[in-house]
């Protein structure tokens, strides 16, 4: 009966052959040793290089196609006239109180019946609407002019009913302002500011000038050296 019992239990949980042990050990160390390599074990081949970020080629330059000598001309004239413009105002404020006293005395000759308070208003506001209307006509034509440079060519129309006011303002500067000890050269600037702003203008009109205008958008690629 006892060995009975003892074979049954021999049988039912069997000893594990030292053999088998060993090869179940050795497969462990072989999945360990798979699991951790070893440092010296390393891919001798250096990694490869990494590419540039950036490129290396220089960029092109937009460059635009300046003007022609006919716009460079008439932009040379017009700043030439407001300056005769503007020194012509600049005298006539700085000769105020002779060209205000002479206004009111050729204003008292040829309107007597207005008494002296009318005439003094009277003439304080034909001095001062002279001055104020040369000097808005200057600044109106320079903000024509640096729009004609922007290569906007339909302000030159504009330009033109402009010069027709302009020469109305200087035939009324000629008459109330161009008096007195500095009236003949008062006179001669604003007649020859209006010359030079109508000689800028149709320096504008050349066909020079009018491919100019209408090149708007075109452009010159340049490389860099």
């Given at each position: 009966m006892s060995h009975e019992s003892g074979g049954n239990r021999d049988s039912t949980h069997p000893v594990p052959d030292a053999d088998?042990?060993?090869?179940?050990?050795?497969?462990?160390?072989?999945?360990?040793?798979?699991?951790?390599?070893?440092l010296g074990d390393e891919d001798p081949t250096p990694p490869p290089a990494r590419p540039t970020m950036s490129d290396q080629r220089k960029p092109p330059v937009l460059r635009e196609f300046p003007p022609p000598r006919s716009v460079k001309a008439g932009r040379v004239l017009w700043l030439v006239s407001f300056v005769l413009g503007g020194a012509a105002v600049f005298i006539s404020f700085l000769s105020g109180e002779t060209l205000i006293a002479e206004l009111t005395e050729v204003l008292s000759r040829l309107a007597p019946r207005y008494d002296a308070g009318e005439v003094t208003a009277?003439?304080?506001?034909?001095?001062?609407s002279c001055l104020g209307g040369l000097g808005l006509i200057i600044a109106i034509e320079a903000i024509i002019l640096a729009m004609l440079l922007n290569r906007r060519g339909g302000t030159r129309w504009v330009q033109?009913?402009?010069?027709?006011?302009?020469?109305?303002?200087?035939?009324?500067?000629?008459?109330?302002?161009?008096?007195?000890?500095?009236?003949?050269?008062?006179?001669?600037?604003?007649?020859?500011g209006l010359l030079l702003a109508f000689a800028g203008w149709v320096s504008t009109l050349f066909p020079g000038a009018h491919r100019w205008f209408r090149m708007k958008d075109q452009t010159e690629l340049v490389a860099l050296d």
């Open positions: 088998v042990e060993g090869e179940v050990d050795a497969t462990a160390e072989a999945g360990h040793s798979h699991a951790r390599p070893v009277l003439v304080d506001v034909i001095y001062w033109l009913p402009v010069l027709v006011i302009h020469a109305g303002a200087v035939l009324v500067g000629s008459a109330f302002l161009a008096i007195g000890d500095w009236g003949d050269l008062i006179a001669l600037l604003l007649v020859a």
